[in-house]
């Protein structure tokens, strides 16, 4: 099912509460905002289209109340609901005075939402759902290629964020085309000429991320021999794409935080910050979460990077697209090879989507470009890689060690990569100096 018109903004200073509710109307097939303050609401609703309000009203600073009253004179048309807790019940019944429709008494079970968002809503927003416009269908989508409910889905949310400056978290495994999303966000939407600036975290040691990220003043560290704008000036008015965003050390993680709560920046060696009005789209493969349960991650940036989370789908939950991608990968270096007349057998095509394809995307698009440069008119059998294959049988694979099991499942992936250790470390999820201790 895809997903609902309604855009739900939720507003929790509850970092717990918020994650509870916006999965709770996930369930119910509603997109949803969020924010962990009444500053963080406005800035959504100014440029957000918003159908339901959905507010606590105990927040320290500007309450619930306030973001109510303000709301009904500035946004009139959009309806509220208010969550609170048995102690501010009084203070539900004068929200409701206020302009609320309803209200909701801490704890609440998933039915119980579900009839307030029923109750509140517009009838014509909870029932009519997102359709995506045939044309896209079996096409590439800003270069997103699939007819998949999962492709669908993806291009609905990339559509409903694409002309606002929300923030925006892509997650996903590797290979799965995140910057893909990033650019399609970025591209489709009313910024596009504006500039789109990738920053890949990852690849900047962590010491000279922060200076590459803001820039400087000349004499500010040793080396700074001019001014220098950061990325976060070259992106002004459009979008920075911040790829691995997880790897960012906790002195950057500071300093982004401060963009995303103040929307300004401040050049290392500088005292004043400038104002910056761009979008920011963050993408990771690791578990965020996780890192801020440990502690390796702060968690008032995580929640403040996502505002807006998309899930890029691994490729084995949309099987059915895989002969698309695969066409579409020949299409593209039969030209580059000067193939044009080259093609799939089915025997070739069915090995493909039997494969699970642990690489995602990005594995496939090396076999299909590698296949490409082994054939001559047609791709068979012959010139697929012999782990893509059925395997030899070995009635003794259940007693092998697990570091047996592991060497093979990485002679695969290198394999699979042209033993580029590179590539195969980003589909490992592994660095590149243990995928080396590995293979010795």
């Not at 895809?2 to 903004?9: S, W, Y």
């Not at 966000?185 to 040691?205: D, T």
């Not at 642990?358 to 001559?376: C, D, F, K, Y």
């Amino acid at each position: 099912m895809l997903l609902k018109k309604a855009n739900i903004l939720i507003v929790d200073d509850d970092y717990d509460m918020l994650e509870l509710v916006q999965r709770q109307l996930q369930e119910q097939h509603f997109h949803s905002y969020k924010a962990a303050s009444v500053k963080e609401a406005i800035d959504i609703l100014k440029f957000n289209a918003v159908d339901l309000l959905i507010t606590d009203l105990q927040m320290p600073g500007i309450g619930g109340m306030e973001l109510i009253k303000y709301v009904e004179e500035h946004f009139p048309k959009v309806p509220k609901l208010v969550i609170t807790g048995y102690p501010s019940m009084d203070g539900a019944l004068n929200a409701m005075r206020s302009g609320a429709l309803d209200y909701i008494v801490k704890p609440f079970t998933a039915e119980e939402l579900k009839q307030s968002v029923e109750k509140s809503l517009p009838k014509k927003s909870q029932n009519s759902e997102v359709t995506i416009p045939s044309n896209n269908k079996a096409t590439a989508y800003a270069g997103i290629v699939g007819d998949s409910e999962k492709i669908e889905q993806l291009i609905d949310l990339i559509e409903r964020v694409k002309n606002n400056r929300a923030t925006v978290l892509i997650q996903g495994e590797s290979g799965t085309g995140k910057e893909l999303v990033a650019r399609a966000i970025h591209y489709k939407g009313s910024f596009a000429a504006n500039p789109f600036i990738a920053v890949n975290c990852g690849a900047i040691p962590g010491e000279l991320l922060e200076a590459e990220l803001f820039g400087y003043r000349k004499g500010a560290f040793t080396g700074a021999n001019e001014d220098r704008p950061g990325f976060f000036q070259a992106a002004a008015g459009g979008t920075i794409f911040l790829d691995e965003i997880g790897t960012a050390p906790l002195s950057v993680q500071t300093r982004l935080l401060r963009v995303l709560q103040e929307k300004e920046v401040r050049r290392i060696g500088e005292q004043k910050a400038k104002k910056i009005e761009l979008r920011i789209v963050a993408a990771t493969n690791s578990d965020l979460l996780h890192m801020v349960e440990k502690g390796s991650y702060r968690e008032d940036l995580y929640y403040r990077l996502n505002v807006v989370n998309i899930e890029t789908p691994p490729l084995r939950d949309h099987k059915s697209d895989i002969a698309l991608l695969a066409k579409n990968f020949l299409r593209k270096y039969a030209s580059e090879y000067a193939r044009p007349r080259i093609e799939f057998t089915p025997k070739a095509l069915e090995i493909l989507e039997r494969y699970n394809w642990p690489g995602n995307v990005r594995e496939l698009e090396n076999v299909v470009q590698r296949a490409i440069i082994m054939s001559e008119d047609r791709i068979d059998l012959e010139q697929l890689p012999d782990h893509l294959k059925y395997p030899v049988p070995d009635h003794n694979s259940t007693s092998k060690s697990l570091k047996e099991v592991e060497m093979e499942h990485i002679l695969k992936i290198m394999a699979s990569v042209d033993n580029n250790k590179t590539k195969a470390a980003e589909i490992l999820q592994i660095d590149r100096k243990t995928l080396r201790k590995k293979l010795n």
